[in-house]
């Protein structure tokens, strides 16, 4: 029973509220159809309040003053949030630190921090400074000059390319690429001259990359992701780019170059970004948008071109009726020429 | 002459029938332009029926009952199949394991089947299970707990993490990503809070996973490719996913969370599918479309947002003529004012 | 000073004429507002000339007979192109190269030139022939029997399938996979069976490949990028295409199987191109468009399905006003009725 914790604990731990048995043990975390007596689950959406009476878990998580069925209950602001910071405590295990483990290649002048672990097949290149607490997986290669803060994780092949410099407590899903050049060119006459991309990619804290997403280092100085900012799988993030704070970046979406993103700011899938644009704070942008030009802050767009998002759901109503449109017009066009000449011969 | 097969032998294979001389003798396969007297060649598109007259081709793969325009024939139902089936047949060699190479990194508990090759590079972490005839490519990171069915064949550099389970005769091509962390946050007023993403990836047996295609392991239970699907490249499945048996997921596609996709089901290339959906069995999906709710089985579709693909056809024929449409619309104006005004006098 | 050169010896080495004085030294590049009295500039866009007047640099590239404000100037035809030419100069040092370097794993009857650098964890299959100069980065996997020609870069991670072809001054950035099985399946009644994929991937001279890009093999034969061509990263080109030179194809487009691209084509990003198609040279097609068809040489096009780009514009300036169009329609349908009714009453 090592292992588990009861209510009080956990409602001191989620600065919640418990109604019913304090001392009741909790093992873990389940759904709420298929959670167990040692088990505590939680109601977010207020939908789903009903299934509350029938779940067999020992204790619910829910909003101050929701039914409580007869269950126990722990009450805090926010069930989701308190879902996941319990789903951390019972299944998340830190890992002990192993070191530079056998296999791993580390170049010259490195410097790392206390308590990591390097796995077999990880490369670090030279100059690199790895903090505290870092987790570098197998595979993964951080190139000369790269600065990592403590406790950021780099999955399996991840790539950081020279001079890098990435926060603390950041996530690197594996087959990221970090700094990648900048997909710049000069014409010459007859095809493209490389225009040497000099800059770097850096990541504030608590920035999480997705797997196989590319972020493009700077042409000249820093392609910049702020504190916070999330980026799901196969993100393109071009060179010169800067991503404020606490955004949400889904899948697929690409960004152009030199393009200034707000705070808060949700992207959803699919969705392009033209270059040389700024995109306001809070804005949220509807998947497989396309962004020309500019976006004002507070605001939610969809569509290629992108229109507020309202106008653009009013739009595609009437798309598939386009069809019937047109041939109403034409019908109603000769009724007005029937019209026309009826009205000349009177 | 040891890798010929005579018409007679290759017929016996593919459960097909000689028209001609069952003792010519093939030594393997080319298009129908291209191919010599030792050659075998296929007619699957009766559109270039009259080419067999002048293919060099020693025998022609067709139909029953095609004009054989006085070639060696063998008769089957599906010449296009029997042609990939002798492309096996002639053309790929199942290479002799290897063992595990030096330079490969295995972990602790591992359980290795017989007849497999780790390749310099790989890594395999502790507690896995690697099924007979196994091919693991250089660079390819399988972490802990991995469970691998027989035959599979993982390429370099591809990633599995954690307690992901894969069938048996799978194969996985370079840079893909099995069982990266989820996308999901619970916004904690300020910014986003990871929630810890506890589940696994499964693929059933004979799935197919393209280059740099992504799949994120389940927030708590099973993300799932069943049996016999194929992935395309840099493809996105998002976490808690179930994609049905014998689908095709082309390139650049993007599934959100907790979609559900049928069997026999084809997602053309950028195609993007909404999240808490269903798509039902032997849908198809044109390209670039949008998804944005559950769409019934057997039926085609296409757009942003998607509508039945006959009904895009004809709406896409309207918008390059929406300006004339708009014009001839103010014109209308125009007469009717005029028509009413003209009635007003009399 | 060792690293500086006059004004004389950089014009020389643009082609270019100095105005002012010839022995200011020069020891670096920086933008217009923030260069020092040793660094040069340039001005390439007319937009910002008036910026010449405030610069502190010791002197501007600049178009001939541009206002030079009294700064030192050298005139050049192309002044963003030799800006490039001047960072590749000051700021680009060709690494002395490092050999085979121990972690570095080297199959059998491998050749490998001169001058170069294998990192460790790079892995080079057996009969591979390497080119002088090139450097091949951690965990990159080049499998048998692949050639590169001279000063190819490979990054880390990348992937170069069995028996690709890579030419000289390629330069393949970390993640991408060269060579991966091309997405080719005979449906056999029940699922998919697997064509083989027996063909390669050649890279002519001077071809850049992005980050996580995938270029798959051909089913028979080739897959083709001839020389000069830059694809950006997460980009996708399917079996058996052929794209010509000095083709600029940009993040995360997809090329579907045995399409044709013409020479100097740009395709803006998340295009997506259908199969079996021919696109002319010169065409330049926009952003997130979707061809389903051929597209003639010298034009632009953009849209879903695409069309002349001016078309499009024009489209899709009257998409938002639909719903009053609709409505507008619905109008006039009462207003002749009325009429109609009105004269029928005459």
């Not at 790539?159 to 060119?185: N, T």
């Not at 000069?186 to 804290?205: F, H, K, S, T």
């Not at 705070?263 to 392009?272: D, E, I, K, M, P």
Request: glycine share 12%; proline share 5%.
């Amino acid at each position: 029973m090592a292992d588990t914790k009861t209510l009080k604990e956990l409602a001191e731990y989620l600065g919640g509220v418990v109604r019913g048995d304090e001392s009741c043990r909790i093992s873990g975390l389940a759904p709420l159809e298929m959670a167990g007596p040692d088990k505590i689950t939680f109601l977010a959406n207020p939908k789903y309040a009903a299934k509350v009476a029938e779940t067999g878990a020992g204790a619910v998580l829910m909003a101050a003053g929701g039914e409580s069925h007869g269950r126990n209950v722990i009450e805090v602001a926010n069930p989701y949030l308190a879902f996941a910071k319990l789903l951390n405590l019972f299944h998340v295990a830190r890992p002990a630190p192993l070191g530079v483990m056998p296999g791993a290649s580390i170049g010259e002048n490195v410097l790392l921090g206390a308590d990591i672990s390097v796995y077999p097949g990880a490369r670090i290149g030279d100059n690199a400074v790895i903090g505290d607490g870092c987790i570098i997986h197998p595979g993964a290669v951080i190139y000369a000059g790269v600065t990592i803060g403590s406790n950021t994780l780099v999955h399996a092949n991840a790539v950081i390319r020279e001079r890098c410099r990435i926060g603390s407590r950041c996530v690197i899903q594996p087959g990221a690429v970090i700094g990648s050049d900048g997909f710049g060119y000069a014409p010459d006459g007859r095809g493209y001259y490389p225009i040497p991309q000099i800059g770097i990619v850096v990541l504030e804290d608590d920035v999480e990359i997705g797997a196989n997403t590319c972020i493009d280092r700077a042409a000249l100085e820093t392609t910049l992701i702020r504190r916070g900012t999330k980026l799901d799988n196969l993100v393109q993030i071009a060179h010169n780019c800067q991503i404020g704070e606490d955004c949400m970046i889904v899948s697929q979406v690409g960004i152009s170059g030199s393009s200034k993103i707000g705070n808060h700011v949700t992207l959803a899938g699919q969705v392009g970004v033209a270059g040389h644009l700024t995109i306001g704070d809070n804005v949220m942008v509807g998947a497989q948008s396309g962004i020309p030009g500019s976006l004002p802050a507070n605001a939610g767009y969809s569509g290629t071109p992108a229109m507020p998002h309202k106008d653009w759901l009013k739009a595609m109503a009437v798309v598939p009726r386009l069809p019937e449109l047109r041939k109403t017009v034409t019908a109603l066009e000769k009724r007005i020429a029937e019209l026309e000449s009826q009205l000349l011969q009177k």
